[in-house]
Nanobody
Framework: VQLVESGGGLVQAGGSLTLSCAASGFAFDDYDIGWFRQAPGKEREGVSC????????YYKDSVKGRFTISRDNAKNTVYLQMNSLKPEDSAFYYC????????????????????WGRGTQVTVSS
């Protein structure tokens, strides 16, 4: 099982980045895929999730309207388009896969996810 994130980098406030999460080694179509982030000294937090069950998308309140999650099942890849980036968005970003397919109420819980990538750094300068 592999989840590989890419697309991170350094960007000025107000700029954009698109993160990719390429998956392999499991039945991608049957898994919800989430994006999490962790800043130094802080807990890992859920940013967004794409439900494989019904296509519902979930977002952390502070990124709604700025971030967009999408998935391409043909490519086993999930994307996170991040616009209007702010310095507080700076963190290590991880994607994760959840095969339990619950109703979405726990999408932001770290404990829900079965597989994790190694992450990619996003730094937003002011």
């Amino acid at each position: 099982v592999q989840l590989v994130e890419s697309g991170g980098g350094l960007v000025q406030a107000g700029g954009s980045l698109t993160l990719s999460c390429a998956a392999s080694g499991f039945a991608f179509d049957d898994y919800d895929i989430g994006w999490f982030r962790q800043a130094p000294g802080k807990e890992r937090e859920g940013v967004s999730c794409f439900s494989s069950r019904d296509g519902t998308t979930y977002y952390k309140d502070s990124v709604k309207g700025r971030f967009t999650i999408s998935r391409d099942n043909a490519k086993n890849t999930v994307y996170l388009q991040m616009n209007s980036l702010k310095p507080e968005d700076s963190a290590f970003y991880y994607c994760a896969a959840d095969g339990k397919l619950r109703d979405g109420s726990t999408w932001s819980s770290v404990d829900e996810y079965d597989y994790w990538g190694r992450g990619t750094q996003v730094t937003v300068s002011s």
